[in-house]
């Protein structure tokens, strides 16, 4: 019996840990399996005293298309927001840096990704957009990493319509820290900076930049996820990713 291929590429040099979403049936969207082993991967590298940051990168033309909704329908919706919740603390609450690289597409759930990673850089090709209320639910637990972050007013606007927007526009509304041309290069420059900073002086100064953030899922875990079970639960949403599986309306769609 042959084991299952890993969903994650992982390599180390010269002191970055590099992490890569590599589930291309699914665009990368964000089943248990995936997310265990994110989870894994970012306590090995945690724990490795030659890692001085960590890139969570991607393979394919998208980064993450966010929840695997054909594991979203199952028996528990508590489920899949609380693996969710305990993958965004992760990030957060890993000592070391944490930077995004974005090169393609991102979607509903990979956005909360996105907003737990310390840095994020994204490229000319990247889309963004919070497809939630499109099947009937909310964008609920990625909020507890977002919302410390997000301009309020784009905020709402991105939560409300599912609209999609690029780069620039996430670098505007804090989604991202940069809009680059050139990912590589971006990343290069912060790698670099951050090869002379000590593994205690990027630990210490991670946890004051997350203060909010920390709060944010301190404060609103519970709630935001029984908001989410809730909605995974409802006749509404159970239709919106019934639409969205057999690529069709939702019976709303006017």
Known sequence: MTSEAPLLRRSTADAVTTLELDSP???NALSTRLMAELTRALADAAADPEVRAIVLGHTGRVFCAGADLSEATGDDPTVGPRGLVALQRALVDCPK???ARLDGHVRAGG???VGACDLAVAGPDCTFAFTEARLGLAPAVISLPLRPKLEP???ARYYLTG???DSAE???I???TEAADDTGAALKTVLDALRLCSPQGLAESKHLANAAVRESFDRHTEELVAQSARLFGSEEAQEGMRA???KRPARWVR
Do not use: S
């Open 244 to 246: 969205f599986l057999e």
């Open 111 to 113: 956005l909360g990704l």
């Open 153 to 155: 007013r784009a905020a």
């Open 163 to 165: 609209e999609t927007f």
């Open 25 to 27: 049936h699914n665009r």
């Open 170 to 172: 996430a670098a505007r």
């Open 174 to 176: 804090g989604l991202v």
């Open 97 to 99: 840096p944490v930077i």
